[in-house]
Structure formats: C-alpha cells, structure tokens
C-alpha cells in the first residue's frame, strides 16, 4: 500500500481537484483507493446538513458506479483517526491511500506529512508555489519525496514555466493537467474518464470541442498518475531533447 498526502499551503491551490483526478487516474489502473479527508470540512458539527465536497464527489463517483470495496472515503480530522484509517486500509488491501489536506496546520496534518511515502504539492499559480515550497523547506530538510504539481494552469505554455520555476530546486511532475471543466467539475460528473465517455462524438459534430478538452485532460491525468506511480518506485520523468510537440500530453520522455 502507498500513502500519498496532496499538500499546499496555500488555499485553493488545487489540493482536492487534485485527488478526486488522481482516484480517477488509480481506478482506471485497477487499484482499490481510500480517500482520507483531513481537511476542516470534517469538523462540522452533526447539525450540518451540507455534504462535504468529497462527499458530494463520491456520490457522483458511485453514479458512475465507483463503490466500496473499490473506492471509499474516509474522514479523518484527528490524528487518531489517521491511524485507525490507515490500519483499516491496509488490513482490507487498499492500494492507494490519497489524502487531502487543509493549508494551514492542524492535528492531523503533520501526521499525514510524516506518513506519506509521497508528499505531492499542487500549485495553479506561482505564488502558490513559492509559498508551499518555503514551508514545507521549513518542516523538511532533505525532501527527496516531494513533488510539485502544476494543475489548472489557463494560460498555456508561458504560465506553466513560471508555476515550474516558482517550484526552484523542487522537483516537478512532467504532466500538468490543464485547467478544464473535466476536472473543475467532478464534484458534480465524478469519474473523469466517465465524464469524457459521455461527451464522445465526432469531429464536426456539436460539443466535439468540449469532447476533446475533456479528452486532453483525462490523458494528462493519466499521465500522470503513471508517473506518480513510477515516483513511488523512485524514478522520475525527464523531457526528450528534441521533442517540439506543442501538446504536454503527447510529449516523449525518458525515466
Ligand atoms: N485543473 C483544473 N481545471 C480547472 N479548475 C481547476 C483545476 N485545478 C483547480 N481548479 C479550480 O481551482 C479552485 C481551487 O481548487 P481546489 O478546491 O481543488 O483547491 P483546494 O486547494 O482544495 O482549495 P481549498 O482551500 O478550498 O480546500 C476550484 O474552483 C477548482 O475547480
Ligand atoms: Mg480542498
């Protein structure tokens, strides 16, 4: 079993956008994952009649007929809670652990930073980036797993050198999903490749656009979540010299 805390210091810089694509991206793969909520939506008194997000996106993923044993959630604000969850997902054989966290600390999340085997930092923007790398330099001295992640990024190209650059001696995930309506609305659709399944059409008809936007993305979380997997085993992406694709998810690279 592999543990993975998604982590910002930031708010809204991505950290749930990015589990509920990396769930998609492991149950296509054929992993069982647990979900580990450690944000403050937890905390919410039993009065609270509004769903979490992540409890609103696992009813989406269970329309889409992701369920238990395959795919559960657990919500743990307490430290305590971290460890009776992380004992039950290893005794029931999860594979994955993916844990979404809170930007500022609190009792369970210096636990899910110490546990995990991989520790992945999602930034939409440069400023999210500096800010996550100064303080997780200040809490780790020698941080060999941990990976920045560019994620949501609207203006091609360009801002995806400076989100990468805003990591500094970080190393950066080689994909970087786009900011797309696949992944800024699973709390509603749920399972990207389901999503992508439904739009599918062909070229010249109406919603072919859409259809292969929310394909584009589906492929970067793919590929990402096969890097992530490679990660986990302590080997990295590089770009190939010499490839001039301008389409991130279709470039070659060597490990
Ligand atoms: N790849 C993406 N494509 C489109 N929108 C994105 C993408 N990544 C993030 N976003 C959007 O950015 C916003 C913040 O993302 P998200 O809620 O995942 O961040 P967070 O770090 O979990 O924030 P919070 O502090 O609220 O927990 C959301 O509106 C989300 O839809
Ligand atoms: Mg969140």
Redesign the pocket.
Known sequence: MHTITIH?AK???????AVMALTSGFLVLGKRVMVMDC?SQTCRGPKCQEPTTLQAWLAAMEACRFRSPQLELAECPTEERVEDALAAATTCGFDIVLIDT??YPEDALSMVLAKADLIVVPA?GPQEARFSCQSLSEQFDCPEHIIGLI??HRHGAAEASEIRAAFGALPVFHSE????EA??EQILHGDIAHFTSMLACKSGQPGYARYRAAHAAYSEVLALTIELQWALKGLRLEAFEGDTSPFSYIRKSVA
């Open positions: 910002a708010g809204g810089s991505g950290r749930t956008t944000t809170q930007a939409t994620t949501g999903p786009p900011g797309s992944l800024a």
